[in-house]
């Protein structure tokens, strides 16, 4: 499946006293990319609540911290669409510093009904542009 990437860079904000990454960052930071994954196929988050009554939340995560990043870094988040099936994605994601690699992790979202909070079936005509893109 094609990969997207989101650029980022490092500002003091996400760094700790030493200038190095916070670890929940790096979460902040797939998260941007997927939200503009989606936003590249016309699918803003806000729209697809208030009109199709959907949201997706992060259900779970497996990450995996290679080398840290540091304050003004230029990132690169990579964002792979592993599988779409019913209520789930699966995400690979990978963090890169040119090319090497940062921090890499599984990310499975759940896509809910918006009033209820309960699993839904990711709506067709989503379904079918982000299984078209790849």
């Not at 990437?5 to 200038?19: A, F, H, L, N, Q």
Request: proline letters at 4%; charged letters at 25%.
């Amino acid at each position: 499946m094609t990969e997207f990437e989101w650029p980022i860079r490092v500002y003091y904000e996400d760094t700790d006293s030493g200038g190095v990454v916070y670890h929940s960052n790096y979460l902040n930071f797939m998260e941007r990319a997927r939200t503009e994954w989606l936003r590249s196929m016309g699918f803003e988050q806000d729209v697809l609540i208030a009109e199709h009554n959907c949201l997706f939340a992060v259900h779970s995560m497996q990450l995996n911290f290679k080398r840290p990043a540091k304050f003004n870094d230029a990132l690169l988040v990579r964002s792979q669409l592993v599988k779409a099936v019913g209520a789930r994605m699966e995400f690979e994601q990978k963090i890169y510093r040119d090319t090497e690699l940062l921090c890499e992790a599984i990310v499975k979202i759940a896509c809910l009904d918006a009033i209820r909070f309960r699993p839904m079936v990711i709506p067709p005509f989503l379904l079918m542009e982000i299984q078209s893109e790849h």
